[in-house]
């Protein structure tokens, strides 16, 4: 029969303890490197669905184009990112130039039901033909079933041109 070498067998259990030493910091280290690998790409393709965009204000055009008292119709568009989703749509609304320099923007829908309405030069008022509605400039209600005024978006001057921040409207 033969005989194991007494050092031999001291060596194999510490063989075993040094592979399993080994094996668990390769798994651990791996971890680590999973962790930190996975959560700046997780963080990346969920990022876009979890960022808000913030107000923009909107360019209509020159306010040398807007006479004052003088309620005028001006188109501009609205840059949207929603997730990964980007639009451009086109908006409106009716602007107001004061002599002191204001301006005051309407929002283009009647507050009955949401018709879009005109301006009357010759009655000098804001006309919703759906339901006989009528708007003085000012916005105020002058006939008709609307509940409140015109709606009014955020509007100013930047560099000579007007610039409309279209939020949630303010009742005038």
């Known amino acids: ?13 510490l063989a075993a303890r040094r592979r399993r030493f080994l094996s668990w910091s390769i ?3 791996g971890a680590f490197v999973g962790v930190a690998l996975g959560i700046p790409i ?4 969920i990022s876009p669905a979890l960022r808000r965009e913030g107000q923009q ?3 209509a055009g020159p306010v040398a184009d807007i006479p004052v008292g003088q309620p005028t119709k001006v188109e501009y568009q609205i840059d949207r990112k929603d997730g ?9 609304a009716w602007v107001v130039r004061q002599a002191d320099g ?7 829908h009647c507050t009955h039901l949401g018709c879009p309405y005109g301006w009357d030069t010759v009655t000098r008022k804001f006309l919703c033909p759906c339901h006989t509605a009528v708007f003085a400039i000012d916005g105020t209600v002058v006939s008709g079933p609307p509940p409140r005024p ?9 560099n000579g041109n007007v610039m409309i921040l279209e939020e949630a409207p303010s009742v005038a």
């Open 27 to 29: 798994a651990v280290l």
């Open 42 to 45: 997780i963080g990346y393709a």
């Open 150 to 158: 015109l709606d009014r978006f955020q509007a100013q001057v930047v």
């Open 57 to 59: 204000w909107a360019d």
């Open 84 to 92: 990964w989703i980007q639009t451009t749509r086109q908006h409106s």
């Open 1 to 13: 029969m033969l005989m194991a070498d007494p050092h031999e067998l001291e060596s194999v259990p």
């Open 102 to 108: 204001r301006l005051i923007a309407y929002d283009p």
